[in-house]
Nanobody
Framework: VQLQASGGGLVQAGDSLRLSCTASGRTVSRYPMAWFRQAPGKEREFVAVISGNNYPYYNDSVKGRFAISRDNAKNTVYLQMNSLKPEDTAIYYC?????????????????WGQGTQVTVSS
C-alpha cells in the first residue's frame, strides 16, 4: 500500500485546512486509517482514526475542531481541520493498519504516507 498525503500549507490561527490521504496498491476501505502529527523536537502524536466501519476517534486536543472521514470510492481519507491553532503546527502523516485495529499507537500501523507540513501562524 502506498499512501500519498496532501493539503498542508501555511495558514493563520482560526483558519481551516483539509488534508487528503490517497491510497494506491490496495483498497483500504475496510482498514482503519489514521492521522498522526510530529512537531519539531517532539514525538509523533496521534490525531484521529477512522475505523473500517467509519467510527471516528480523536485526540482530546483536536476534538470538536478536526473531523476525519473517508471516501471509499476514491480510496481516500480526509482530515478537516477547523479553528487551527499555532500548536497544531506539525508534519501530518496518514497511516493504514492492516490488522483492523483502530489504534492510537503509531507502532501498530503498517503503512505510512510521506507527510504534509501544516504551519499555523498566530
Amino acid at each position: 500500500v502506498q499512501l500519498q498525503a496532501s493539503g498542508g500549507g501555511l495558514v493563520q490561527a482560526g483558519d481551516s485546512l483539509r488534508l487528503s490521504c490517497t491510497a494506491s496498491g490496495r483498497t483500504v476501505s475496510r482498514y482503519p486509517m489514521a492521522w498522526f502529527r510530529q512537531a519539531p523536537g517532539k514525538e509523533r502524536e496521534f490525531v484521529a482514526v477512522i475505523s473500517g466501519n467509519n467510527y471516528p476517534y480523536y485526540n482530546d486536543s483536536v476534538k470538536g475542531r478536526f473531523a476525519i472521514s473517508r471516501d471509499n470510492a476514491k480510496n481516500t481519507v480526509y482530515l478537516q481541520m477547523n479553528s487551527l491553532k499555532p500548536e497544531d503546527t506539525a508534519i501530518y502523516y496518514c497511516a493504514a493498519d492492516l490488522a483492523l485495529i483502530a489504534s492510537t499507537q503509531a507502532w501498530e500501523y503498517d503503512f505510512w504516507g510521506q507527510g504534509t507540513q501544516v504551519t499555523v501562524s498566530s
